[in-house]
Structures are given as structure tokens and as C-alpha cells.
């Protein structure tokens, strides 16, 4: 899989370059679930009244499964929320345009992280290809069980149901689930209609009978069968017809959902909320424990959260050596990836911050103003990829404005340093008693009024603040311009 260069990421125009220091002495796969999930959270907290409360959950088919789990599940560690999310390839009823196929599997397996208190998400896709270890499982009739195996990740659900898929997820990334929800083909049309179609941006038309799908180049809507076309399709031009370009594409699409979603006219009209709401909940298959107070609840955790907090990522991989149409996990980047995941604890409430010395002018205190005070530049000086991105996302957890992130090429790195401009030094404070051990400096070629915090070889690491999920390569973040990803 290709790396590419994080993007940076730029909030203020006027912000300056970094400062130089002070010298020395100074089948389908990942269609749109995550993200109809997601989003409809999102709309949710906008309704308020009890009876839309009551008609939308009375639409919602559930499934008890407690019982097909079993005793040896992962510990529940902190507060966030981890539903698993499945889009089904059933046939059945509306599905039978579709064609006949024998079975029923999930092609498409995401964990949604939902971080505490609502203030960031990850969808974390599962290739379905992936060779993996499936546990004993018992059959959706609950009449026999079949043993541990080596399969497919997606014949988990063919032949257990939800339940052996969450089971399987379970076991491999030792992160303990809360929730299911399972969409089909026609709720996922419904819902894409429901937000009056989602935008996409191709590269070249498309012409491609066989998945109903026909697109000129650039910049559009799809709705209904052109929206499923195209987040199915491995003819049609669009990327290299593998299972991981094809998710990285959908990925895309479902950002684009988010954004769509959140947007004000949506989250501010009460017909559209409910509109989109009640084709959501009339779309989806849950888990029995689902119900209505967990989806209030979390519902008004995510009112605050913005589309540049919701990231997609695909479990990393490489070729399965038995089989080069199958791959498996690699498990030296996948393993931190789920060990950030599982271990996403709550911020706990700020202590005051302590006064920090000046560093000129004897013995008086500067007394740090608060972080949303604070305007900081960072900076990686690193060949650690990914870990400037990740440090602004944990200082704005902290209500820190991040100005810029970019990097700084100086060769061998030296220690972590923060430094300001005429005017910050009590936002320099701020920034200090976030991340103590770095004594704040002034740099006269420093912006006036800004903080830069220039990342080195000792890392800037926050007391308090959640393990950052690492950045992984080809990651989807939802405030990315659709076109930009295409």
C-alpha cells in the first residue's frame, strides 16, 4: 500500500512560519454504514420531542445476542462507544432486484470508535478478504455450532449472524463492542434519497452497465440506484478494481455523507431531521440493548463533534503467502492501531493551571491565560510521520486553536521546544503547563501574539490527554474535499 504525506492543515492565514530556536545560550464492501450511522446520531440530537422519539424507535428491528458471545469477551476500559456495523447482501424481499445469491454474508464490516464524550470518531473497515481466526460460533438458529477456524473474515456472518461477527472482531482486536447494526441494499437507498442524494467526484465518465451506473467526469450527486452503483462497482474505471481501492473510494462517499448530514440546514429543519431519521431507523437491524435512552445519550454527545474529527481508516494488510487473491492482517501497524483504540480513556476535567516563571525578570509568576486563548503553530521536526497532526488534535481536545501543522526540516532534531512572539507569553504558559518539561522561550522572528511548539526527539507528550490513534496510510478524514480524494 502507497504512503502518502499527511495534509496539512492550515486554520489561520496569517499564521507565520515556524520561528528559527534561540541559539545556543537561547464483493461490496464498505458502502455507506459507518457514516449512515454516524450521521444520523448527529441529526438526532436535534430532536427533541419525546413522541418523534418514540415513532423512530418503534422502527428499529432488533436481535437478542447476548447469548451467542460467550463468557471471554475483552474488559470494558473507559467510556467510548464501539458499535460494529455490517451491510448485508441479502436477497430477501426488496433486496431481490439484486439478483440470487445463495446465503447472506457481510461484505462490509466497520467499527465505529465513538471516543468519550463524543469528541471524536474512527471507522475502522475490515477487508473481506482478510484470513483470520474465527472463533467457535454458534448458528443464527442457535441449532449446532462449528468449531475455531481459518477463513474469510466475512464467512463469519454467513454462518453465525451478526453475533459470530462480532464475536470474530472481538477476538482479533481485543476491543470490547457495545452495539450492532446491520443495512441492507434498500436501506441504503433510502437513506442516501432521505439527504436528497450525496455528493461524489470522478475522475473519467463511467460507463458501466453491469452495476447500473453511468457518470460524466467530476464534480456531482448520485441518488438511490446511481448511489449504490457506485459504491459497488470494481468495472468501471474507478481505481484498480481491488477490494482496498474500492474501499478507500467508498470511504470517500461516506465522509461525504457525514458532511452532508451535519450540515446546518439539515441539523436546523425539523421536517429534513425527521425526514432522514425515519428512513435511517426504518433501515437497520440492531442489537436488543440499542434502545432509546443509549441513542439519546449518544445523540447529545456527539452534538459538538465536527466533520474534521471523523476519520476512515482500513485495517492494515499485506498478501496472505497461500493465497494471492486473500491477505492478512499486518499486525506491526494493526496491533497499535487497536491497542489506541482500546485504550481511549476520558479526559478528566483540566486542573487549574499552576503558574509558570518567566523567563526573564526575576522572580515573578506569569500567570497562563486559558488554552482557548491560545493560538500555536506546530511543528514536526520528526521523521515520526503523522505525529504533528496527532499533537494539534490532542491540544484542540484541550481547547487549544491550532493555527497551523506543518513540519520542520533541520537535520538531526534536537529537544522539543515551545517559543512566542511579542505579546504570548502568558499563551506560551498555557502551553507549557499542558506539556511540562518544555520551559517556554521567546524567539524574536516569532509572529506576534503566536505559539509555536516545535516537536523533537523527546516527543511532546500530554499528561491527561487520550492515546492518540496512530495515523494510518490513505486515511479518509470527512472535512477533506471530496475531489481532493478522488
Keep these: 500500500m502507497q504512503r502518502t504525506a499527511p495534509p496539512q492543515r492550515v486554520y489561520y492565514a496569517d499564521s507565520a512560519p515556524p520561528p528559527e530556536p534561540p541559539a545556543p545560550g537561547r464483493r461490496w464492501r464498505v458502502l455507506g ?43 470494558k476500559l473507559n467510556n467510548a462507544m464501539n458499535i460494529l456495523l455490517m451491510g448485508s447482501d441479502t436477497r430477501a424481499g426488496e433486496n431481490a432486484r439484486y439478483g440470487t445469491e445463495a446465503g447472506q454474508r457481510s461484505d462490509t464490516t466497520i467499527l465505529l470508535h465513538i471516543s468519550p464524550g463524543g469528541e471524536r470518531a474512527i471507522g475502522l473497515s475490515f ?25 474469510m473474515i466475512n464467512s463469519a456472518y454467513a454462518y453465525g449472524g451478526p453475533a459470530c461477527t462480532w464475536k470474530t472482531i472481538e477476538s482479533l482486536t481485543n476491543i470490547r463492542i457495545d452495539h450492532y447494526i446491520e443495512v441492507d441494499f434498500s436501506g441504503f437507498k433510502r437513506v442516501v434519497d432521505a439527504l436528497d442524494g450525496v455528493e461524489i467526484c470522478v475522475p473519467h465518465p463511467v460507463n458501466d452497465p453491469k452495476a447500473e451506473l453511468h457518470l460524466r467526469r467530476g464534480r456531482q450527486t448520485v441518488r438511490g440506484d446511481q448511489a449504490l452503483g457506485y459504491v459497488r462497482t470494481r468495472t468501471g474505471g474507478l481505481g484498480d478494481g481491488s477490494d482496498l481501492s474500492r474501499i478507500k473510494r467508498q470511504q470517500s462517499f461516506m465522509a461525504s455523507v457525514v458532511k452532508k448530514a451535519t450540515d446546518k440546514g439539515m441539523l436546523t429543519d425539523p421536517g429534513r431531521a425527521y425526514g432522514f431519521l425515519s428512513a435511517a431507523t426504518k433501515s437497520i437491524k440492531a442489537d436488543d440493548h440499542l434502545s432509546l435512552s443509549v441513542m439519546q445519550k449518544l445523540a447529545t454527545s456527539l452534538r459538538g463533534i465536527s466533520a474534521g474529527k471523523v476519520r476512515f481508516v482500513t485495517v492494515p494488510v499485506q498478501p496472505y503467502p ?44 506569569v500567570q497562563p491565560v486559558r488554552p482557548g486563548l491560545v493560538r500555536v503553530a506546530v511543528y514536526n521536526s520528526t521523521k515520526i510521520r503523522g505525529l504533528g ?26 529537544p522539543t521546544q515551545i517559543l512566542y512572539g511579542a505579546g504570548a507569553e502568558r499563551q506560551a504558559a498555557a502551553l507549557a503547563a499542558a506539556l511540562p518539561g518544555h520551559p517556554p522561550r521567546p524567539s524574536p522572528s516569532a509572529k506576534p501574539g503566536y505559539v509555536y511548539l516545535i516537536i523533537g526527539k523527546d516527543g511532546a507528550n500530554m499528561p491527561g490527554a487520550p492515546k492518540a490513534v496512530p495515523k494510518i496510510a490513505g486515511e479518509v478524514r470527512a472535512d477533506q474535499d471530496i475531489c481532493g480524494q478522488a
Excluded at 432488533?62 to 451467542?68: F, G, L, M, W
Excluded at 448458528?139 to 449446532?144: A, F, L, T
Excluded at 491477505?327 to 497499535?336: G, H, I, S
Aim: hydrophobic letters at 35%.
Design 33 to 75: 454504514w459507518m457514516s449512515v450511522v454516524l450521521s444520523a446520531l448527529l441529526v438526532l440530537g436535534s430532536i427533541t420531542a419525546y413522541g418523534f422519539w418514540r415513532r423512530l424507535d418503534g422502527q428499529i428491528d432488533r436481535e437478542h445476542v447476548d447469548d451467542k458471545l460467550g463468557d471471554k469477551r475483552p474488559a
Design 127 to 151: 477487508p473481506r478478504d482478510s484470513m483470520v481466526n474465527i472463533p467457535a460460533c454458534k448458528k443464527r438458529d442457535g441449532k449446532g455450532a462449528q468449531g475455531p477456524r481459518l477463513d
Design 322 to 365: 497461500q493465497d494471492k487473491n486473500r491477505v492478512q492482517f499486518n499486525q506491526a501497524v494493526a496491533a497499535p492501531l487497536f491497542d489506541a483504540i482500546r485504550t481511549d480513556n476520558t479526559v478528566p476535567e483540566p486542573a487549574p493551571p499552576p503558574n509558570v516563571p518567566a523567563q526573564q525578570g526575576g522572580p515573578q509568576k
Design 389 to 414: 497532526q496527532r499533537t494539534a488534535d490532542q491540544l484542540e481536545d484541550k481547547g487549544f486553536k491550532v493555527a497551523k501543522v506543518g513540519t520542520r526540516s533541520a537535520g538531526r532534531p534536537g
